[in-house]
């Protein structure tokens, strides 16, 4: 999933819901809206545009 915009209807989405939605949890957070959410989905790889930080993924591969 890509995040491009910051308008509240996507950065108030339910996290935890949105993870178990997803097959294989990525984000890429383009606006840095979740960075302090993360707690909500622990297996989820993030990655935050300009804010390398935060980023964080699991060292194996995503096959699909």
């Known amino acids: ?7 509240p209807e996507f950065a108030e989405v339910d996290l935890t819901q949105l993870c178990r939605t997803m097959k294989t ?3 890429f957070d383009g606006r840095n809206v979740f960075g302090d959410r993360l ?3 622990p297996d989820i790889r993030y990655y935050s545009v300009g804010r ?3 980023n964080r993924y ?3 591969s ?3």
């Open 52 to 54: 390398p930080h935060l």
């Open 39 to 41: 707690g909500d989905c």
């Open 62 to 64: 995503v096959t699909g």
């Open 25 to 27: 949890p990525i984000l």
């Open 1 to 7: 999933l890509c995040l491009l915009t910051e308008w």
């Open 58 to 60: 699991a060292a194996a």
